[in-house]
């Protein structure tokens, strides 16, 4: 089964830094772009970072660059977003998301973040 | 990295079709074909509907369809059953090599 799992969310102070993890199984990992999207309580879908099959090219929304980096190990098959000086406007699901051809065709479910003191 | 613009919500009766609406500029839905649509039921993660503007994923009603005609993409939904009311989506490559996504559209079906 062609699956995405995210880990690592949990409660953080403004100003913290926080690892997300997404382990991928049941596909060729390092044949695929990957996403993060987020989704703040309540509101719409926002898309977050981009990373290329071997971790050359980069993409993040300009709410988040310079804070955020993605990554891969595709040795491991998984995708990381460290994520540093959040702030409450950070919190959200982040949803890690498999790209064909430039739309989104696999989703995980998701892990919570929340940034608050 | 304006959000495209959906309507909040519309609503339509079993056996009817709706139409959702979402437009962007030249720089995203009127750039390219790389238009997609998701279906979000609460607490789930989204599901793809539609892919480059109007192609359906395996698995996906005939039901669903997608199109566009310069910077608006649309998404319609006939036959409405009560399993479509969700919340939707719709999302563009950009110019910027990012991607964009509308607000998002609640449909109620009556």
């Known amino acids: 089964e062609v699956q995405l799992v995210e880990s690592g969310g949990g409660l953080v102070q403004p100003g913290g830094s926080l690892r997300l993890s997404c382990a991928a199984s049941?596909?060729?990992?390092?044949?695929?772009?990957i996403h993060w999207v987020r989704q703040a309580p309540g509101k719409g879908l926002v898309w977050v970072s981009l990373?290329?099959?071997?971790?050359?090219?980069?993409r993040y929304a300009d709410s988040v660059k310079g804070r955020f980096t993605i990554s891969r190990d595709n040795a491991k098959n998984t995708l990381f977003m460290q994520m540093n000086s959040l702030r409450a406007e950070d919190t959200a699901v982040y949803y890690c998301?498999?790209?064909?051809?430039?739309?989104?065709?696999?989703w995980g479910k998701g892990a919570t973040v929340t940034v608050s003191s | 990295q304006s959000a495209l613009t959906q309507p909040a919500s519309v609503s339509g009766s079993p056996g009817q079709s709706i139409t959702i609406s979402c437009t962007g500029t030249?720089?995203?839905?009127?750039?390219?074909?790389?238009v997609s649509w998701y279906q979000q039921h609460p607490g789930k993660a989204p599901k793809l509907m539609i892919y480059?503007?109007?192609n359906r994923p395996s698995g996906v009603s005939s039901r669903f369809f997608g199109s566009k005609s310069g910077n608006t993409a649309s998404l319609t939904i006939s036959g409405l059953q009560a399993e479509d009311e969700a919340d939707y989506y719709c999302s563009s490559y950009t110019s910027s090599s990012t991607w964009v996504f509308g607000g998002g559209t609640k449909l109620t079906v009556l």
């Open positions: 480059d503007v109007s």
């Open positions: 049941g596909f060729t990992f390092s044949n695929y772009w």
């Open positions: 030249s720089s995203d839905v009127g750039g390219y074909n790389y």
């Open positions: 990373i290329n099959t071997d971790g050359s090219i980069t």
């Open positions: 998301v498999r790209d064909t051809n430039r739309h989104m065709d696999v």
